[in-house]
């Protein structure tokens, strides 16, 4: 059992992880979206489709950065200096985000503008720092003896850039697709048509960063078996199920855009999603800090993870109750009189 606790840690970050990206991604990528629509009637129903449940999808985040603290220390002391800069970033931009919750509701006339952009730029400021440090972490971490050693504007890239703009557009895609649960009538339409133009531009980006990635020279590429120069087909056939599934979960997608569809086009997104994140834990594994740390290098003491694991499966039950009751109970179209306040 000792020797697993690694193993099962590191899946539970990942699932941690993954339920952030899944259930923050709709509410920023809804902020991300928020200026775009004409009346102000629409914000607030945009606002209100999420009010009940934004900030209970932030507990996953505090769940994946506690547990790699925690589980994982080494990895947390070496990956930290490499993105403290984007971290601060996403967090003042998630506290703006969070106060305009509160504010806008009580603010009229200019003020009630003042809140909305902020509303806006704090999801998308947010957003694309988490791009910033995905992308840091798919071109690696400079390590010494398992220590931070690179400079200080190591995740400003070209190709962190890219990421931090493709997150952008599948939060987008996520907060669309949502938005088509939530609402009816002519916002509905307009969400349609957003989820479309999104759903284009997010195919367009994984193949970018799916292309980009064998430039960079690193072993994520390797794991995938393939380069510029060289394709190791042993290593690319049996992963090839990967990006066949994206194709048809993009097929799927757009036909249930088209086809009037109210779950469909959410789930898809969502299929998307998990194989973007399944391509990335294929590139990394077993690196925890890439590619210089990993997750059995990085472990705390088993005694420690132990006692974790037990904290863990005793609280885990009770936030995964809560998220789904509160789903259960807000569920539905929202409408203009369904106020926050």
């Known amino acids: 059992m000792e020797s697993s606790l690694p193993m099962i840690w590191a899946g539970l970050l990942a699932i941690a992880v993954f339920l952030y990206l899944l259930l923050d991604g709709f509410d920023l990528g809804l902020g991300i979206l928020f200026p775009f629509v004409n009346r102000d009637e629409h914000r607030d129903i945009m606002m209100n489709t999420v009010a009940p449940v934004w900030d209970g999808n932030e507990t996953w985040l505090v769940l994946g950065g506690g547990g790699l603290f925690a589980a994982f220390p080494k990895a947390y002391a070496a990956l930290m200096p490499a993105i403290y800069m984007p971290i601060g970033f996403m967090l003042t931009a998630l506290i703006f985000r969070g106060v305009a919750f509160e504010f806008r509701a009580r603010a009229t006339g200019s003020g009630r503008r003042i809140w909305d952009q902020a509303f806006h730029w704090g999801s998308v400021v947010a957003t694309f720092a988490q791009g910033l440090i995905l992308g840091t972490i798919v071109q690696g971490v400079t390590l010494e003896q398992g220590r931070f050693a690179g400079g200080m504007f190591d995740w400003l890239t070209p190709f962190s850039f890219v990421t931090g703009c493709a997150l952008v557009w599948g939060y987008v895609l996520l907060g669309a697709t ?51 120069f060289d394709v190791d087909w042993s290593k690319l056939l049996p992963l090839i199920p990967v990006p066949l599934l994206v194709a048809v979960s993009f097929w799927r997608l757009i036909r249930g855009i088209r086809r009037g569809d109210t779950y469909s086009p959410y789930l898809w997104s969502v299929a998307l999603f998990l194989l973007g994140y399944l391509g990335l834990l294929i590139g990394i594994f077993p690196y925890i800090v890439p590619y210089g740390l990993t997750i059995e290098q990085a472990a705390a003491a088993p005694n420690t993870q132990g006692l974790l694991l037990v904290g863990a499966l005793v609280m885990l039950p009770i936030i995964l109750g809560y998220t789904v009751y509160v789903y259960w109970v807000f569920r539905g179209k929202v409408t203009s009189d369904a106020g926050y306040h």
């Open 178 to 228: 949502w938005l088509v649960i939530k609402t009816e009538g002519e916002l509905l339409d307009w969400s349609r048509q957003a989820a479309l133009i999104a759903a284009i531009v997010v195919l367009a980006m994984i193949a970018v960063v799916s292309f980009w990635v064998p430039a960079l020279d690193v072993a994520a590429a390797d794991h995938w078996g393939f380069s510029y």
